[in-house]
């Protein structure tokens, strides 16, 4: 038995069928307490001032599914029938690229993985793309204008709603706040003496 206290056979694909895996599965996630959907507020009529939506207290659950990458093992039965029915579900769809790996093999199987999102999804408005490893961009590589206009047009996802992250600022902070620790350790045992 895992830590979640879900019992999951060796052989699911055999001995549970989809609905009783996703139940099972949902059962164990957390819930989480919110006072409003965003997007759906948002686009209410439901609001106080022309930017504000009305808060809406409203129990709702925050799944992550976290789907293997296209370097990854091929997923099970199970996983794929999860991630169908958790796609159809979702508000929010974040589908997150490699910088590195843009314009490669890799970039053509994540193609057929977006294409798949797009079908389940009916639209482009819960898709958004995070692009990650920015920082590793050298002299002569894509621009961040230009890997927008690629992920927009290879992926029909809005270039408005494709995002590039940077790991090298929490880097730093993390460096900032462990330099500061270790400052304010020293002075305190400074001023003790």
Known sequence: ????????????????????ILAKLSD?????????????????SNTTDSSLPLVHSESCQLLLV?????????????????????LAKADIVLVTFNYTTLNTDTDNDIAKK??????????N????????????RRSGDMTEEEVRSHIAMRYKIPENRIFELKA?????????LAD???????LKKTLKR
């Open 66 to 86: 976290d789907t293997p990458g296209p370097n990854e093992a091929s997923a099970s039965n199970v996983l794929h029938h999860v991630m169908h029915h958790e």
């Open 1 to 20: 038995m895992d830590t979640t206290g879900v019992l999951l056979p060796a052989t699911l694909d055999q001995q549970l069928d989809g609905d009783d």
């Open 28 to 44: 164990s996630i957390p819930r989480l307490e919110v006072l409003y959907k965003p997007l759906r507020a948002a686009s209410s």
């Open 168 to 176: 090298i600022h929490a880097l730093r902070a993390r460096r900032f």
């Open 180 to 186: 500061f620790e270790k400052i304010s350790t020293c």
């Open 114 to 123: 977006i294409d798949n999102i797009h079908k389940v999804k009916g639209n």
């Open 125 to 136: 408005d819960a898709i958004y793309a995070l692009v990650n490893k920015v920082d590793q």
